[in-house]
């Protein structure tokens, strides 16, 4: 590091120079902010501030339900408190929460200048403020979601919720996620294409890890909730009976699809929560990690069993009970790694010399709240004892002490630790110390006796209850818990502003940490490092303190401005070597125009105005349009200096770019979407009541052919395109060909559609329909995506090196051609199968 | 035990028949091996701040393998192994047993109770006749949306839901008055839905069904 290339300006002179380029202007420029610094604060500020709507709720229930025959709240409304706490909780709180931190940290931490798509963070964070409104908002006209957190059907759908509120939460939730899948992706591409050089996976700090792993269990884990919401809007909108037994649907499907989601969900919730425990607990014991590479597998082995293990949500709905017994043993199997984190930390404490501070207090109410949750978990994973503890207040119990135990009481010590990074000051601690006793106190007394509430069989969501039961005083202390609580929360926020208004400066890295972030300057310039540097061992073990000046001296990477544009480095997903040079997006207000579209669209679904939806849907494809035309080069750039003797290429140049592995990265989320659409189409054919259907689909073979031929067509020219402009040559022709052959498609699918019998008539119409909508959406964005190739050749965007979008347009052709294949199979096998079904 | 004043009309832990009985021993169990399991931790972190030379000497791999693995691999196969064939013994099997079949149809939101083998009774509604000492197939329906059929002093609970028919096995040990709710939310009604179950004396069963319609 020590030899400078750069030997050029001041730190100051460099400073002002990046500043420029990466800040975001003041005023209404606010609002074309797309810089990860002020996205990740501005995600946590607002998951804040849900967070105490949703505590406000919750105080609202512990007032009902302090006393018996309360007649505080009717049930109209105690429905929807307790509905919206949930929702509120789980959607607008907890993973947004995270998704802040990790975007704020996770740049610094692996030596990046931001996220992969900055314009796709600030579009989530409109989405996800927009949405969190819809819902929030629905509460104050008194139409919010009623129908529990977990939405069941038949109760969710239109004959059992007439109004708006369950469409609130559908459209409403949807709307918030596309921050989470978009968050996803960004994250994944950031981890494994941006890491500073030298920083080889291996030498990732485990945070990193953490937080990768718990992206691509969002990627996978969120689709097929998102699928469901769309099939139960669809239900309930146009009548299409997915879930309704009388028509061949079934309510369970609800339940699969909702659970498939939801229980990857807890451990997405905790795994970044326990990244940043692995984090902080080796810096207060002054020991590195005790088994990294245990760690590594441990959470890796929690991603995949946990989605294997959703059906323990559904041990009371009569599944055979050998099935039961895989679920309840993959349940169980999910405590070991738990387990093996929970030592490995309590080793890592042991074997260093371990200092108290208050982020400790936090890792220690961790501990003992998520231990008691992770115990009283494996107790629900035993069938027969389910049987009686499911839907009592045991469970609700449960579910706090593992989700405010494994990331409240996390979260609380990241926040102490973390947000002298943010403000650039230190905690004072004289207010912080009984603000924890009182949450730990609190939260213990609240949720502690709701083990023993549900076992003297308390159900949940029951509005009241009588005497009679001896719940009372059970429910009464857990009253006072609650607000014991609430008061521990309120001394939290007022520790907080007073750390922001007296907390007393600081040079570098308070805690002695050995991670990247606090080599940045604190508070954080917007552009993190003024040079990037090179990681040559674990990046937690590194010295910030000497190498924040070094940075800020410009000795590493990329320590100059150039043409304006805003530089960091890109590498090799595994080794981490430097392989091109990616040049970030600016700030722009597209971000907002294409998220108020959006809102556009969920409002006009809400309003049941379709037409209205489907033109502002159009609106929207194209404002994404003028994303992709505010970036490129029109000419060829080749290698330039990257700083330390090295030179790169662009990233426009390059194959792997982070563009290119972000749409690959949406293809997968996009085909489990796909992947939980087949399974509920054979779910119903094998499970739902009330088949084989009245009528079947005719005369399909002919259309279906040309769908599937006319997309594997499109397919291959795509690749013929490419081809053409590596040599060179011009792909227009091919590309214009790949276009009018996915229309083709497009016309041959609307023929099947209206070939259709009846699709209110049959779930089995309904999910034929289903099928040929996402097949027509897929063909859709094949169509546009090759036209756009072909017009972005024509206006001097790519070249034989600048060739992106002939790539893009090859990625969505062969995923079309694939939904096509996969689909009509599909669609003309579920007659067969439809005529055994009800008798498989 | 700790929690023996948990008696109440609804509590799993006064078992009232052989399936909330032998649910409530695993509760113990589970209930015991927990808190050992807890003060083990408790101890270990307790240790590794004030007492850590006494830890110290464990290797890495012997926290990670032999506590993070080792150690749940046998409590958890021992219990996993003991709730599955517990969990068989509560199923509705129907070999050497000649249960009494009682149809029950949930609906917003009130329980409503049929007896297929005494033609011309009932349907009993928010009242649950059944024999005591018999063990008693109860067929759970929905008319509308999902229910959650539970008698905490009986058994475990399951659901009913809209074209499915789920099968539960309940037996009274003694006659008397039981008390039921619905378990899974069902809507405005849900908090109300609560049933009786009245188990009487085999011998006074029939009687009491022709009383009632």
Redesign the interface.
């Known amino acids: 590091m020590s030899e400078t290339m750069e030997q050029g300006p001041s730190p100051i002179a460099r400073h002002k120079a990046l500043e420029g380029i990466w800040g975001t202007g003041p005023g209404l420029e606010r609002l074309a902010a797309v810089n990860h610094n002020i996205l990740g604060k501005r995600f946590m500020v607002a998951a804040l501030v849900f967070f105490a709507i949703g505590g406000i709720l919750s105080m609202l229930i512990r007032a009902q339900l302090a006393t018996p025959n309360s007649a505080f709240i009717g049930?109209?409304i105690y429905?929807q408190i307790f509905t919206m706490h949930g929702t509120v909780m789980m959607f607008l709180f907890a993973i947004p929460m995270f998704e802040g931190l990790a975007m704020y940290l996770l740049p610094k931490m692996i030596g990046a200048r931001d996220l992969a798509f900055p314009r796709l963070t600030a579009y989530g964070f409109w989405c996800y403020i927009f949405g969190g409104t819809i819902l929030v908002v629905s509460m104050l006209f008194g139409v919010a979601p009623d129908?529990?957190w977990f939405m069941?059907t038949?109760?969710s759908s239109q004959?059992?919720t007439p109004g708006i509120n369950a469409d609130v939460w559908l459209l409403g939730v949807t709307f918030v996620e596309i921050s989470a899948m978009a968050a996803a992706v960004e994250i994944i591409a950031t981890i494994l294409k941006m890491r500073a050089p030298g920083m080889s996976l291996d030498r990732m700090p485990i945070y990193g890890w953490y937080i990768l792993v718990t992206a691509g269990m969002m990627l996978i884990g969120f689709p097929p909730l998102i699928l469901g919401s769309i099939l139960l809007e669809m239900e309930r909108a146009f009548d299409l009976p997915f879930f309704d037994?009388?028509r061949g649907g079934?309510?369970?499907l609800w339940q699969h699809l909702f659970w498939l989601f939801g229980h990857p969900e807890v451990y997405i919730i905790f795994l970044p929560a326990a990244g940043a425990l692995s984090t902080i607990i080796p810096v207060f014991a002054r020991h590195p990690l005790?088994?990294y590479r245990?760690i590594v597998v441990?959470i890796i082995a929690m991603a995949f069993l946990s989605f294997g293990l959703w059906v323990h949500h559904m041990f009371?709905?009569?599944i055979p009970?050998l099935a039961?017994?895989f679920f309840?043993?993959a349940s169980?199997?999910v405590?070991?790694p738990t387990?093996?984190?929970?030592?490995?930390w309590?080793?890592t404490?042991?074997?260093g010399r371990?200092r108290f501070s208050v982020p400790m207090l936090y890792v220690?109410g961790f501990?003992?709240v998520f231990?008691?949750g992770g115990?009283?978990g494996?107790?629900l994973a035993?069938?027969?004892?389910?049987?009686?503890?499911?839907?009592?207040h045991f469970v609700v119990a449960h579910l706090h002490y593992v989700l405010v135990g494994g990331f409240v009481f996390p979260m609380l010590a990241a926040g102490y630790y973390w947000l002298p990074h943010i403000t650039g000051r230190l905690p004072l601690a004289r207010l912080s110390v009984p603000a924890f006793w009182l949450i730990f106190i609190g939260f213990n007394a609240t949720f502690f006796l709701m083990h023993?509430t549900g076992?003297?069989?308390?159900?949940?969501?029951?509005?009241?209850?009588p005497s009679?039961?001896?719940?009372d005083w059970l429910n009464l202390l857990s009253s006072v818990g609650g607000f014991i609580l609430t008061m521990g929360f309120a001394l939290v926020l007022l520790d907080i502003i007073m750390m922001f208004k007296f907390g007393k400066g600081f040079r570098r890295d308070p805690w002695q940490a050995g991670t990247l972030e606090w080599a940045t300057p604190t508070p954080p310039p917007s552009y993190n490092f003024a040079a990037i540097p090179r990681v040559t061992e674990r990046a937690d073990g590194l010295s910030p303190r000497l190498l924040g000046p070094q940075l800020a001296r410009g000795e590493g990477y990329l320590a100059h401005t150039r043409n304006g544009w805003q530089e960091t480095l890109g590498v090799d997903m595994t080794t981490g070597e430097p392989d091109q040079i990616i040049i970030l997006p600016r700030r722009t207000y597209l971000p907002l125009v294409s998220g108020l579209v959006t809102a556009a669209v969920v409002l006009c679904m809400l309003f049941k105005l379709y037409w209205f939806a489907l033109g502002a849907l159009g609106l929207l494809v194209v404002t994404f349009l003028f994303w992709a035309a505010a970036v490129g080069n029109k000419s060829d750039i080749g290698p330039l200096p990257a700083g330390q003797g090295i030179s790169l290429p662009l990233d426009g140049e390059v194959k792997g770019s982070p563009t290119f592995w972000g749409v690959v990265l949406l293809l997968a989320a996009d085909a489990t979407l796909f992947a939980s659409l087949l399974f509920g189409a054979l779910f119903l054919v094998v499970v739902?009541?009330?088949w084989p259907p009245p009528a079947l689909l005719e005369g399909g073979f002919v259309p279906g052919m040309v769908v599937v031929l006319a997309a594997a067509a499109g397919a291959g020219l795509a690749r013929l395109g490419r081809r053409a402009n590596a040599a060179n040559a011009s792909p227009i022709a091919m590309q214009l060909g790949a276009g009018l052959v996915q229309a083709i498609a497009l016309g041959a699918i609307f023929w099947l559609i209206a070939a259709l019998p009846d699709p209110t008539a049959h779930a089995y119409s309904a999910t034929s329909l289903a099928l040929l909508v996402y097949l027509l959406v897929h063909n859709g964005i094949a169509f546009i995506v090759a036209v756009h190739a072909a017009w972005r050749y024509h206006a001097g965007f790519v070249s034989a090196r600048r060739a992106t979008d002939p790539r893009l347009a090859v990625l969505w052709g062969d995923y079309a051609g694939f939904a096509a294949l996969v689909g009509i199979l599909m669609l003309l096998g579920l007659p067969f199968l439809a005529t055994l079904g009800g008798g498989l | 035990m700790p929690l023996a004043g948990c008696t109440g009309l609804l509590s799993t832990l006064d078992p009232a028949g052989p399936a909330a009985a032998s649910i409530a021993t695993l509760w113990w169990v589970m209930f015991y091996g927990a808190t050992v399991l807890f003060a083990l931790v408790a101890v270990l972190l307790a240790m590794s701040y004030w007492r850590s030379g006494l830890i110290r000497r464990l290797t890495p791999l012997q926290w990670i393998l032999g506590l993070g693995v080792g150690m749940p691999v046998v409590v958890l196969t021992a219990l996993v192994t003991t709730a599955f064939v517990q969990g068989e013994g509560l199923l509705p099997h129907r070999d050497g047993v000649r249960p009494v079949t009682i149809s029950v149809l949930a609906r917003q939101w009130r329980w409503e109770f049929a007896y297929p083998e005494s033609p011309g009774v009932g349907p009993t509604i928010g009242v649950l006749h059944m024999p005591a000492g018999v063990p008693v197939d109860l067929t759970l329906e929905s008319a509308d949306v999902i229910h959650g059929f539970w008698i905490p002093r009986l058994g475990g609970k399951l659901d009913a839901i809209p074209g499915h028919v789920n099968v539960v096995r309940l037996l009274a040990d003694q006659p008397g008055r039981y008390h039921g709710v619905c378990a899974e939310f069902c809507g405005d009604g849900h908090t109300q839905m609560r049933f009786e179950v009245i188990a009487h004396a085999p011998e006074d069963y029939q009687a009491a069904l022709e009383a009632s319609r």
């Open positions: 049930p109209e429905n129908s529990g069941y038949p109760l004959p059992y037994p009388t079934d309510p369970l005790i088994g245990a441990a009371t709905v009569g009970h039961l017994a309840s043993a169980a199997l405590a070991i387990a093996v984190q929970i030592f490995a309590i080793a404490i042991a074997h371990p220690m501990f003992f231990v008691i115990l009283t494996v107790m035993m069938v027969p004892f389910n049987w009686q503890a499911h839907d009592t023993i076992l003297m069989g308390m159900p949940r969501r029951i509005a009241t209850y009679n039961f001896g719940w739902a009541p009330g």
